[in-house]
């Protein structure tokens, strides 16, 4: 039988790539989203919201009772944050913290079980690079993604003797819809960050727009699919991108602060 592949967050941008190129491979794919909209040709579409225990199980248990198991979770599904943080509203910080980490997070503790009984499972979440590095303006983004690599760190470890594998891929700015579906803090008139917090928001459209290809991450997780042991992480990117997370290791915290900074313009 071919695998079964569960993705979230596949109406549009990595996973909805992702869902494509693996049902054309001859992977069995339901893919997932808040509101599905229409069915496509060679896989299913179902309602899943990250942020509500019920729709994670019912999800799942969908799933598991069409066609009885779950071979690969990738947990895609995420949304976009901007802003200073003095200005950024909490309860929006919550919001992105309730779909990119503990959205995610109750998505794996939903499937581990039935993984478990399967004994084995690949569980591939999607993160950042902006997850490797506090950046200027996306700084609760980051967080999001640095806390979700962390966490799966430590999940990895805990479930690898189940003979489930655990990695996180972590891509760069990709030509998605990120940009319209993320919640921007207004650039207020008398804001003491309006000038430069507008400039950025302007460098983000614009990485956005020039970003890579989604089929590019879809390609790379069918390879993760197919290693027997995968890595903890993988980073997918431009070579400067990834090059960053290079640099943040080997340099001096202030030095690396100051090509940041440069870079944004701060």
């Known amino acids: 039988m ?18 494509e190129l693996l049902s054309d491979k001859g992977y069995v794919v339901y893919g997932t989203s808040r509101n599905p909209k229409g069915e496509p040709e060679n896989y299913k579409m179902i309602p899943l919201d990250v942020t509500k225990s019920n729709s994670i199980k019912k999800a799942i248990q969908t799933v598991v009772n ?55 499972g690949l569980i591939v979440n999607v993160t950042s690079i902006a997850g490797y590095m506090g950046l200027p303006y996306r700084g609760i983004y980051s967080a999001t993604k640095g806390a979700l690599e962390l966490t799966m760190e430590a999940v990895r470890m805990e479930v690898k003797e189940f003979g489930i594998r655990v990695t996180n891929v972590a891509p760069g700015d990709v030509a998605t819809n990120i ?77 690396y602060e100051k090509l940041l900074m440069n870079h944004y313009k701060l």
Do not use: C, W
């Not at 003095?86 to 794996?108: C, H, L, Q, S, W």
């Open 2 to 19: 071919s695998k079964v592949v569960f993705i979230t967050g596949a109406s549009s941008g990595i996973g909805q790539s992702t869902a």
């Open 66 to 120: 069409e066609v009885g198991r779950i071979d690969v979770l990738i947990n895609n599904a995420g949304m976009g944050i901007t802003g200073p943080v003095e200005d950024t509203p909490t309860d929006e910080m919550r919001k992105v913290f309730d779909t990119n980490y503990f959205g995610a997070i109750d998505v794996v503790k939903a499937v581990l079980p039935q993984m478990r009984e399967q004994g084995k």
């Open 179 to 255: 940009a319209v579906g993320r919640y921007h803090t207004p650039v207020f008139e008398d804001s003491v960050y309006k000038q430069k917090y507008q400039a950025n928001l302007d460098l983000m459209d614009a990485h956005v727009d020039q970003g890579m290809d989604p089929v590019i991450m879809a390609k790379k997780i069918e390879q993760i699919i197919h290693t027997n042991d995968p890595n903890v992480h993988y980073k997918v990117g431009g070579f400067m991108e990834k090059f960053s997370i290079v640099l943040k290791r080997l340099l001096p915290d202030k030095v």
